[in-house]
């Protein structure tokens, strides 16, 4: 309860980003403030402040007030409070979506492969086989690297290079495998059982028996997968945006914010620090989460693990 | 190029012009190897940077990054004087015995070439390898070919079907062993142009194609050993070299001198101020400036630089082949904002003039801004949003490249959010700068806008106007095409070859065309929007000693002691 608590809070906070740096902050975290300044104490300052004492130039740290750069300035000049809150959203979005298209056709590809067997089975768990055969971050940088320049133009799909549906589709494609493999084993099982192979010898059709007697056994596994492959996605889509080849700029995601604070490290860490806490939570949120479904789904699991 | 001189007259008004403006950075104009101290020779040299610079030929590479390197391994008939200061702008004689004899009316050029020089790889230096060299910056479609080394007889044959280039105007004799250049024209920069690294005598048998990352030899004290442009480049000592100048090519100090590629610039500085490397190629991190010019304020130098941070708008396709377009960016763009990302008004001055500020030709003057004055007094946003509108191009989807390195990301971050606040729906497509330079010129890439620097190769207005954007160097479809903006204007051409010709009789006149010519080219065309004039930090280990600094190419990497 307590994770889907913290998940919900996350996911509240991130909704009201809009107005949060609309009615709050009164900045549009999208727009560089290079040359902009704030009040500060009854004071005009800079948001880039120039160094009095050597060189350089230097955002402003965290203020801790939620209504001016509560956690200070990022190199644009940029609200980093209201740049984490829409992040948010796009990292969630992301996590979700792709979790969503990757578990909708593993399960559809598993449970076509174990339920049908033969040539089938063998095309898809080659299929699989392919994919799982690369390193799942070096397919997923592969594939954006390919797709940032160009977009995806296929017959009649065009994606323009930035859009988020890029990062989507590329993560559900390549954890596909991963959820894909453990239906089609489930189905396979499941296939051998009496109920099944009842429904087979009563005439039902292949259709019928996949949608009323498979997909409903297979259901709670992929539902206590969805969680865990939202916090792999949101893991791997912070990992593509970090390194420049998921979210695009000035468009944000916890990923990128990290990278806009990497060169500040030294000097203002909390640009990349909250965006690292934000993933943190989330994701282990979602992981308690996928447990607590586990034990809702099988409390027999729970007691064989306490034995 | 993205960083060159022989009319001493001109290079002596540069240089007064340079030092009067309070230029010269702070490093001592002590000659660099003029008394060499064996005592300090040694020691493997670490240098760093984020990425590879290119190709490694030298007949190619167009990057500061390598001719700083090049400058240690290879030679030219002529090069610029290895010495600090203001005295780098001089050309003196490398692998020829003396400055060439001048004759019929400066159009023959003679040379003797030094006797018992050898390759890195053993082989002598002959006139015929001379000859070869200079007809293989035809072959290789070498960057300035069709702008600088086309005065040579045969040049312009030689632009057209390189494959098979021969100079009529390159004429040897063995016996003698001299060669004799025959211009096609006057030309008061010939010998500059000649001692870039472009000119550099490679051996007649180096293939007539670019060799990527297969060293090439040279002449130098050191030679190229390895090099992986993900990984590293090594450089050794040439075991076939002799000092026959020190003013042209001294005996370096370093036994080995490595460029490690790969790293985040603020892992490099941490590297530097632990003294696991000895030296930052990149721009310093905004927010570490502060801590390496407090805490180790005796490992920098500060030097202003004859450079431009400039955004090349492309001129033939849309938005930009548009001149209300071109002009509202140049509306837009606040250069301060640009100065503040590069880390501040004592690291750059922003400018808007192509000559950068000091320079031969150079004339103040701001064409687009909120104010009437020649000095830069911030953007016209609201004019630039009418531009836009008013051009027809609003809502057009625009994509800048730059560079990924951290200064070159926030700039091009800047400049999105500035396109997208006057109409535009831009994206920022960030590149390796091991590639993005080249990705920029080639016009099969479609660039719309770009951002990129330009540092002189020497100090004459020409290479930075005529390099820049005469048609000469608009080569579709190449990637060695410089004049990034594709601005091809003949009656322009004709005033840039005007102002040349000028340059050889009366160079007070010439300069003041060519800054006639600035002033129109971006009152008229505004190809580029010019933010700013850079000043360099180089940041060194505290092992590092002997620092010296060339106007001309920079930190003399192997002069540095380690000991």
């Known amino acids: 309860m307590m994770a889907l608590g913290l998940l919900s809070l996350i996911i509240l906070a991130c909704l009201l980003a809009p107005y949060y740096a609309s009615s709050i902050a009164h900045e549009n975290p999208f727009v560089s403030n290079v040359q902009g300044s704030i009040t500060l104490g009854g004071k005009t300052v800079s948001v880039l402040q120039p160094s009095t004492v050597g060189f350089g130039v230097t955002p402003i740290g965290p203020t801790w007030h939620f209504s001016t750069y509560f956690l200070g300035a990022d190199p644009q000049g940029r609200d980093v409070f209201a740049r984490l809150l829409y992040g948010g959203r796009d990292s969630l979005f992301i996590g979700f979506s792709s979790a969503v298209i990757c578990c909708f056709f593993a399960t559809a590809l598993g449970m076509v492969a174990g339920y049908f067997g033969g040539v089938v089975d063998w095309i898809v768990s080659r299929l699989f086989d392919i994919i799982w055969a690369f390193p799942v971050y070096l397919l997923a940088i592969s594939l954006s690297v390919i797709l940032l320049t160009s977009g995806l133009n296929v017959g009649f799909i065009h994606i323009q290079p930035g859009s988020l549906v890029l990062p989507i589709l590329i993560i559900a494609s390549v954890y596909i495998p991963y959820v894909g493999r453990p239906v089609r084993g489930l189905v396979m099982t499941l296939r051998e059982r009496e109920f099944i192979q009842a429904a087979i010898g009563s005439g039902a059709s292949d259709w019928r028996i996949l949608r009323r007697d498979v997909f409903p056994n297979v259901a709670p596994t992929v539902i206590v997968f969805f969680p865990m ?46 965006p690292g806490i934000g993933i943190v939570l989330t994701c282990a949120a979602l992981n308690l989460l996928g447990d607590g479904v586990r034990d809702a789904f099988d409390p027999k699991a729970k007691l064989r693990g306490g034995a | 190029m993205k960083h060159s001189f022989t009319s001493w007259v001109r290079a002596g008004a540069a240089a007064a012009l340079i030092s009067s403006a309070g230029l010269i950075g702070s490093s001592a104009a002590s000659a660099a190897g003029v008394t060499y101290q064996p005592a300090h020779a040694g020691g493997t040299l670490h240098l760093l940077a984020t990425g590879a610079g290119g190709t490694l030929d030298p007949q190619v590479n167009y990057t500061l990054q390598y001719w700083q390197l090049y400058q240690a391994t290879y030679d030219g008939l002529v090069t610029f004087q290895k010495v600090g200061g203001t005295p780098s702008f001089t050309v003196v004689p490398d692998l020829a015995t003396a400055l060439p004899v001048v004759s019929n009316g400066g159009l023959t050029y003679t040379f003797t070439l030094r006797k018992g020089i050898k390759f890195a790889n053993g082989a002598p230096v002959t006139v015929n390898d001379v000859k070869a060299t200079f007809e293989r910056l035809f072959k290789v479609s070498n960057p300035n070919a069709g702008t600088w080394y086309n005065v040579i007889k045969g040049g312009d044959a030689c632009v057209k079907t390189p494959a098979t280039c021969s100079l009529s105007g390159v004429s040897v004799n063995a016996a003698t062993n001299t060669v004799t250049f025959t211009l096609v024209h006057q030309d008061a920069e010939f010998l500059d142009q000649m001692a870039v690294p472009f000119g550099a005598i490679l051996p007649a048998s180096t293939p007539a194609k670019d060799q990527g990352s297969t060293p090439v030899p040279g002449t130098g004290a050191y030679m190229f050993k390895s090099y992986d442009p ?39 500085v941490t590297a530097v101020e632990n003294g696991q490397a000895d030296w930052v190629f990149d721009p310093l991190p905004a927010d570490r400036l502060q801590e390496v010019s407090t805490k180790y304020a005796k490992q920098i130098n500060v030097h202003t630089l004859t450079a431009n941070w400039y955004l090349p708008m492309n001129m033939n396709i849309a938005p930009f082949n548009n001149l209300k377009a071109r002009q509202a960016v140049e509306y837009a763009v606040d250069k301060n904002a640009a100065v503040t990302l590069d880390g501040g008004t004592q690291l ?87 590639i993005e330079f080249n990705y920029i010129q080639d016009t099969k890439n479609k660039v719309q806008i770009s951002l990129t620097q330009w540092f002189q190769d020497y100090p004459a207005a020409s290479d930075f106007i005529n390099v820049l954007l005469s048609c000469a160097n608009f080569h579709k479809g190449s990637p060695n095409s410089i004049n990034i903006s594709g601005m091809c204007v003949p009656s322009i051409d004709a005033k840039m070859q005007q102002a040349e010709k000028l340059m050889i009789t009366n160079p007070v006149a010439g300069n003041k065309l060519w800054g006639q010519i600035d002033t129109q080219i971006m009152q008229q065309y505004a190809p580029w929007v010019t933010l700013f004039n850079p000043r360099l930090i180089d940041f060194t280990s505290k092992r590092v000693g002997n620092y010296n600094f060339s106007l001309e190419f920079y930190m003399y990497v192997d002069q540095l002691w380690l000991k």
């Open chain 1, 229 to 274: 492959m939202v916090a792999f996605n949101m893991l791997t889509e912070s990992a593509l945006s970090f390194l420049s080849i998921g979210v695009q700029p000035p468009n944000a995601s916890w990923g990128t914010i990290i990278n806009d604070g990497l060169d500040l490290l030294y000097t203002r860490p909390w640009v990349s620090i909250a």
């Open chain 2, 230 to 268: 993900n990984k590293s480049l090594v450089m050794v000592r040439n075991p076939y070299f002799k000092v026959w100048s020190s003013a042209a090519q001294p005996q370096g100090y370093p036994n080995e001198i490595d460029e490690t590629f790969g790293q985040t610039v603020e892992n490099e």
């Open chain 2, 348 to 434: 750059a001055t922003p400018t808007c003039t192509i000559l950068p500020a000091n320079f031969p030709g150079h004339v103040n003057n701001c064409v687009y801004n909120k104010g009437t004055g020649a000095t830069y007094a911030g953007p016209d946003l609201a004019k630039a949003k009418a531009l836009v509108k008013a051009s027809g191009t609003y809502g057009m989807k625009v994509s800048l490249v730059a560079q990924n390195d951290t200064v070159d990301y926030n700039e091009g971050q800047y400049v999105v959010s500035v396109l997208n606040a006057i109409g535009y729906k831009a994206t920022l497509k960030p590149l390796s700068q091991n």
